[in-house]
C-alpha cells in the first residue's frame, strides 16, 4: 500500500519511522517532509496546508491511505475533501477537529456535557471582558486566544494590569490575528501535567502510554513557552487511579460529548490535562497526535500502528491489537539558539549519518532539518528531537543525553533538566 504522511516536523518523523515498520506499506510519501524524513520516506514539495493540491497529488499518484497529522489541514478539512475523493484518511473531520480550534467551543462543550476543567467566559466584546477582569479578585488569571496560534494563544497573567494590556493587545491589536477576535479567560489551575494521547474510532477509546511534556525554553521551566523541548514517557503522576477515573469523567463523556453534537472523533485526540487539588481537569484537546509526545509514546508501541490507523477509520478500535512496552523513553529536543523568538536558519549540522546516529542505540526525529550540498543544515526553531528507550527512565535519559553530545551546529540550545521532574515524582 501507498501511504502518504501530512506534515514535516518531528512528530511526522516519528510516525513515518513507525509507519515504516508496518508489513503492508510498500512506499511512504510525506508532504512537505523535511531533511531527516528524506531518508525515509519520499518528500513531496507540497505545504501541509494546500489542501487542493494535496487532494489532487494523493489521487492523482493513488494513495491507498493519508495521515493527517497538524492541526491547521485537519481544521481546514483536508480529511473532509480526502473522503471526497474516495480516499480514506487518519485525522478528525473539520467538524471535529473543532475540538481544538475554537477554544470557546471546547470550554461550552465541556460545560455542557459537566466535564471537569476550569471556569471561564468567553467575550468577543472587548470592554465586557475589561470590565470583567477589573472585577476579578483572584491572580493569576489565564486569557486564551479561542483560535489556532502557534501554541502561542496562552497567557497567564499575573495581575489585572497585566491582564488589561494583554486583552488590548488580543482583542484590538489583532496579536494572534483573527484567532483572538474572541477570548476565553478563566481561572488559574495548579498540579501537575499530563499529555494523553488517545485512539479513537467514535465508538471505543484507547489512551496510549501518558507523557509529560516540557514547555518552557530553559531549565527549571524558566523562560518562553515553546512547541515543548523534551518529553518522557510514561508520567509517573498518572498513575492507575488517576487514568480509571480519566476514563469515566473526562475520556468516555467527552467521546459521547462529541457524538451528541453530531461531530463524531475519528483519529487521535490528545487531552492536555492538570491534575489539581479537585481531581483531573482538561487544560486542553488537541485533534491529532502531540508534539514532542508522539517522539516518546510511539517508540513504545508494540503493535502496528497501520493497522490501529485503519481500524480507527474502519470503524473497529474495538477488535484493534493495541500494546504498548514497560520501558520509559526521553526525548531531547536541539532547537536553534534564540528560539522560540529570532534564530538563524541554514547552520550546518554535524555528527549525523544519514541523519542518525549509528551504534547509539538513540532515534534522531527531524523537526527542522533540510539536506544542502550531501549533508544536513538547520531549517526550523526545534531541529532535532532524539529519543532513547530503556528499561528505567535514567536509563533512557541518560542514552538520550549521551547521544546529544554526538551532535552540534552552530547556536545549538538544549535544557538539561528534561525528566527531572519526573524522577523526582517517581520516588
Ligand atoms: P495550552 O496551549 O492550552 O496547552 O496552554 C499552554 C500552557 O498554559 C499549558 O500547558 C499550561 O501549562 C498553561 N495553562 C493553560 N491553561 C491553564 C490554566 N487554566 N491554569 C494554569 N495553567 C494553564
Ligand atoms: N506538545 C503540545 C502540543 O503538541 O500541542
Request: glycine share 12%; hydrophobic share 40%; aromatic share 6%.
Amino acid at each position: 500500500m501507498k501511504v502518504l504522511v501530512v506534515g514535516g516536523g518531528g512528530r511526522e518523523h516519528a510516525i513515518i519511522r513507525k509507519l515504516k515498520e508496518s508489513p503492508e506499506i510498500t512506499q511512504l510519501y510525506a508532504a512537505p517532509g523535511n531533511g531527516g524524513i528524506g531518508y525515509d520516506a519520499v518528500c513531496v514539495p507540497i505545504g501541509a496546508t494546500e489542501v487542493d493540491k494535496l487532494c489532487a497529488w494523493a489521487a492523482e499518484n493513488r494513495m491507498d491511505y493519508v495521515v493527517v497529522a497538524p492541526d491547521d489541514p485537519l481544521a481546514m478539512g483536508l480529511v473532509d475533501a480526502l473522503a471526497e475523493k474516495g480516499i480514506p484518511a487518519f485525522g478528525p473531520t473539520a467538524a471535529a477537529a473543532r475540538i481544538e480550534s475554537s477554544k470557546a467551543f471546547s470550554k461550552d462543550l465541556m460545560k455542557r456535557y459537566h466535564i471537569p476543567t476550569a471556569r471561564y467566559e468567553t467575550f468577543s466584546d472587548v470592554e465586557k471582558a475589561k470590565a470583567y477582569l477589573n472585577a476579578c479578585d483572584a491572580w493569576p488569571m489565564v486569557l486564551k486566544a479561542d483560535g489556532l496560534a502557534l501554541g502561542k494563544g496562552v497567557l497567564i497573567c499575573q495581575s489585572r494590569e497585566e491582564a488589561l494590556v494583554a486583552i488590548e493587545e488580543m482583542m484590538v491589536g489583532g496579536k494572534f490575528g483573527a484567532s483572538g477576535n474572541t477570548v476565553v479567560i478563566e481561572e488559574f489551575l495548579t498540579g501537575p501535567e499530563v499529555s494523553v494521547l488517545a485512539f479513537t474510532d467514535g465508538k471505543t477509546v484507547v489512551p496510549m502510554v501518558s507523557s509529560m511534556d516540557h514547555k518552557r525554553a530553559l531549565d527549571g521551566d524558566k523562560g518562553l513557552n515553546t512547541g515543548g523541548m523534551g518529553t518522557v514517557a510514561p508520567n509517573p503522576y498518572y498513575t492507575p487511579a488517576v487514568a480509571a477515573e480519566c476514563m469515566e469523567k473526562i475520556f468516555k463523556p467527552t467521546i459521547a460529548a462529541m457524538n451528541a453534537e453530531d461531530r463524531t472523533f475519528k483519529g487521535c485526540l490528545y487531552f492536555g490535562l492538570m491534575l489539581t487539588p479537585d481531581g483531573p481537569k482538561v487544560i486542553e484537546y488537541n485533534c491529532r497526535f502531540g508534539d514532542p509526545e508522539t517522539q516518546v509514546v510511539l517508540p513504545l508501541l508494540e503493535s502496528d500502528l497501520f493497522s490501529i490507523m485503519r481500524a480507527v477509520t474502519e470503524g473497529r478500535l474495538k477488535d484493534a491489537d493495541v500494546k504498548f512496552s514497560s520501558c520509559s523513553a526521553a526525548c531531547v529536543i536541539l532547537a536553534s539558539g534564540g528560539y522560540p523568538e529570532r534564530y538563524e536558519k541554514g547552520k550546518i549540522i554535524t555528527g549525523l549519518r544519514e541523519g542518525q546516529l549509528p551504534g547509539s542505540g538513540a532515534t534522531v526525529y527531524h523537526a527542522g532539518t533540510a539536506q544542502k550540498d550531501g549533508g544536513l543544515v538547520t531549517a526550523g526553531g526545534r531541529v532535532l528531537g532524539i529519543t532513547a528507550v530503556g528499561e528505567t527512565l535514567p536509563e533512557a535519559l541518560t542514552q538520550a543525553y549521551s547521544a546529544a553530545k554526538e551532535i552540534s551546529f552552530p547556536g545549538m540550545h538544549m535544557r538539561t533538566d528534561i525528566g527531572v521532574r519526573a524522577l523526582t515524582a517517581e520516588q
